[in-house]
């Protein structure tokens, strides 16, 4: 059984990096074509794809983001770590990470439940 | 890259069949038979409903199906139900070898 959970702060102030933590269980990061990735929706709209990790350290960031953000794996301990630099309140929304299993297909089967982060001073 | 184009809304009566469009260009839907389906309720994390444009994952229910001509992608719901009522969301993988997410579809149950 494939779960996945959301942690970190709730309330980041602007400029400030925010720092989320996936940490999983059900599966493994060295298993070949796993990947874990990070999904957010501000309030009231769409969900939009930030970064993905796979098992072979394959990295992929949105276009948008991605000189802010970095995504990040630790094996032994089932995490995947994403820090954003320079937040600002636009980023206010929940943030949820996800289990894909297959190299490139980007589709994901399994989520976490979200972390809601507000950016405010 | 663009997001996705999505109807903000669509509804239906039980037992009817609905369809939901997602638009890209050639360089995403046009271009890779990577398009998937997620399904949201309220307060609730997305549900993988389709993948690869349309197959499903264990569980999902087969009124659920999914098809692409050239750069539009549409999920189908057919029999529908109450349970249906959701947001709905599409994705693609794109020429940038980076995923995009579609505006979403508010579905009504009537």
Aim: aromatic share 10%; net charge positive; glycine share 8%.
């Amino acid at each position: 059984q494939i779960t996945l959970k959301e942690s970190g702060p709730t309330l980041v102030k602007p400029t400030q990096t925010l720092t989320l933590t996936c940490t999983f269980s059900g599966f493994s990061l060295s298993t070949s074509g796993v990947g874990v990735g990070w999904i957010r929706q501000p309030p009231g709209k769409a969900l939009e794809w930030l970064a993905l990790i796979y098992w072979n350290d394959d990295k992929r960031h949105s276009p948008s983001l991605k000189s802010r953000l970095t995504i990040t794996k630790d094996t032994s301990k089932n995490q995947v770590v994403l820090t954003m630099t320079n937040v600002d309140p636009v980023d206010t929304a929940t943030y949820y990470c996800a289990h894909t299993p297959r190299w490139l297909h980007f589709y994901f089967d399994h989520w976490g439940q979200g972390t809601r982060v507000t950016v405010s001073s | 890259q663009s997001a996705l184009t999505q109807p903000a809304s669509v509804s239906g009566s039980p037992g009817q069949s609905i369809t939901i469009s997602c638009t890209g260009t050639s360089s995403d839907v046009g271009a890779y038979k990577y398009v998937s389906w997620y399904q949201q309720h309220p307060g609730k994390a997305p549900r993988l409903m389709l993948y690869d444009v349309s197959d499903r994952p264990s569980g999902v229910s087969n009124r659920f199906s999914g098809s692409r001509s050239g750069s539009t992608a549409s999920l189908t719901i057919s029999g529908l139900q109450a349970e249906d009522e959701a947001d709905y969301y599409c994705s693609s993988y794109t020429s940038s070898s980076t995923p995009v997410f579609g505006g979403g579809t508010k579905l009504t149950v009537l």
